[in-house]
């Protein structure tokens, strides 16, 4: 069962002009019912303004199919054919990032609340691991950077159990980021000690995350709009959710946001990319001011902050 | 110490999670004490037509934000009648946030929403026809670009006229004609002056 927002009655998509679409894209009627499907299974809505963007691929997918836009259409409902529906979702999400982007969230993790988590087990008497979750995680860099954050900047690495959990919903990327393999543009904010320490230099401007590092993160497909998806996902003491919830319209979202919730513990934070804001979407986490931005925190169990 | 990799305890959760999460089981958890166990008792009723009214009845008490949350996100899926006229009435609601969730869940509810409009439309609180202009920006129906212009003409109030002028931007509409109209009315009005000087159209 899919956790759509939509009921499948629901009316075609934003009022568009009638008529045959771009020269050589989809007719405005295919164009709403792709972008219908997506959302339906994603929740990301693509605007009147990303016509070009939704044609190109999706006409590349239709190419890969036989050509035939109907056929290939129809066969996205059959389950026999779930791979259609898996690349067309991977076609359409965009994954461009880099090692150490917006980077002072990692240092707020070392700094602010990794110190805080430990705290939290000692008072508590626990021995549980730190739990982190990367989402989406793209093809890897986030996750990898956490971990490359956690070896370079905090000795605490030492005496406590980190887990790096990443999740995706794009199972091409999810293979890329296993893989662990860079090239240049990825790779330009890491600098040459730390790529020596932990990359293997693989052929000219392409490196390896090393062994040691890539089998510590545990890579996962997930949809984080369905619950039933993101039920396993659970008990983490730290989430980076960063530029994702932009895509959403406002219920889904809303369904995003309870899914990351319901993943954190009890005083838990999400940390969300710069241009976004929590506030706009739900009131059901806690703002908390950082040296350097905001994170938000699931309230602690009993309500005290 | 240090990075560790394990994946068997999000299996165990799987496990776990299936047993035991019958209709009847589920509607009753809605009222455990532990506010955790509602709110994921509710996202577990997702898409279970007959819970609709026992996850009416417990939105209606449930004081705790988290699991109210997860009753409207599961309520919101549902374009039901029932549903859509119980957020009806919470668009005049004293707390700015319960209004506000309650406009962005009947957003998603076009069929539904479409009997209520006329209502919304012609409420004599002007802070409910506010809350129903923010419904009709998420709304996706072919009558919504005709309402607004109706409102726009007709309605009385500057704020709920403006409020119609915001929600065909947030529609993606052409709110040229809809600025001209609403200036006629209200040539004094700031934020109308405002938004016609930076030309404002869909992008």
């Known amino acids: ?305 | 110490m240090g990075l560790v990799r394990q994946h068997t305890s999000t299996r165990e959760t799987v496990r776990q999670r299936r047993r035991g999460r019958d209709t009847d089981g589920l509607v009753a958890a809605l009222q455990d004490p532990d506010p955790d166990v509602r709110r994921r008792s509710a996202l577990d009723l997702d898409g279970v037509a007959e819970a609709i009214p026992a996850l009416l009845a417990a939105c209606a008490e449930e004081a705790d934000p988290a699991a109210r949350e997860a009753l409207v996100v599961v309520l919101a899926g549902h374009d039901d009648p029932v549903v859509a006229a119980a957020f009806a009435a919470d668009l005049r609601a004293a707390d700015p946030v319960r209004r506000n969730t309650a406009a962005t869940a009947l957003s998603a509810m076009p069929s539904a929403v479409a009997d209520l409009v006329e209502g919304l439309l012609g409420d004599p609180d002007a802070t409910v026809r506010v809350m129903a202009m923010s419904v009709l920006g998420g709304l996706e129906r072919p009558e919504v670009p005709g309402w607004l212009a109706g409102v726009v003409a007709g309605d009385g109030d500057q704020n709920v006229v403006t409020a119609a002028v915001d929600a065909a931007l947030a529609a993606g509409l052409d709110t040229r004609p809809l600025l001209a109209t609403a200036l006629g009315r209200f040539p004094a009005n700031p934020y109308l002056a405002f938004l016609a000087g930076t030309g404002q159209s869909p992008p």
Not at chain 1, 267 to 290: A, C, K, Q, W
């Open chain 1, 1 to 305: 069962v899919t956790s759509a927002p939509l009921p499948a009655d629901r009316p075609a998509g934003p009022a568009l002009p009638a008529g045959p679409g771009r020269p050589g894209g989809l007719t405005t009627e295919q164009f709403v019912r792709v972008r219908e499907w997506v959302y339906q299974r994603t929740g990301i809505q693509f605007g009147d303004n990303k016509r070009y963007f939704v044609d190109k691929r999706v006409l590349a997918c239709v190419e890969h199919h036989g050509g035939d836009f109907e056929a290939w259409f129809a066969s996205l409902r059959l389950s026999r054919h779930a791979a259609r529906g898996e690349q067309l979702i991977n076609e359409l999400t965009v994954n461009e990032t880099y090692f150490l982007r917006e980077d002072r969230q990692f240092e707020a993790l070392v700094d602010v609340l990794l110190p805080q988590v430990l705290a939290a087990r000692r008072a508590a008497g626990s021995a549980d691991p730190v739990r982190i979750l990367s989402l989406p995680c793209a093809t890897g860099e986030e996750p990898y950077s956490i971990g490359l954050t956690l070896l370079e900047r905090w000795p605490q690495i030492d005496h406590v159990d980190v887990e790096i959990v990443a999740g995706d919903i794009d199972t091409r990327v999810l293979q890329t980021a296993r893989r662990g393999e860079y090239g240049a543009r990825s790779m330009h904010r890491v600098s040459a000690a730390v790529r020596a320490r932990w990359f293997d230099r693989i052929g000219p401007e392409r490196f390896q995350v090393r062994a040691e590092l890539r089998d510590a993160v545990d890579f996962c497909l997930v949809n984080v709009c369905e619950p039933e998806s993101m039920r396993p996902f659970r008990s983490f003491d730290v989430i980076f959710c960063r530029n994702l919830l932009i895509y959403f319209d406002q219920l889904s979202g809303r369904r995003a946001a309870e899914n990351l919730f319901g993943a954190l513990r009890p005083g838990g934070h999400l940390f969300i990319g710069d241009s976004e804001s929590m506030s706009r979407i739900t009131s059901i986490f806690l703002p908390v001011r950082l040296p350097n931005g905001m994170v938000y925190r699931r309230p602690p169990a009993g309500g005290a902050p």
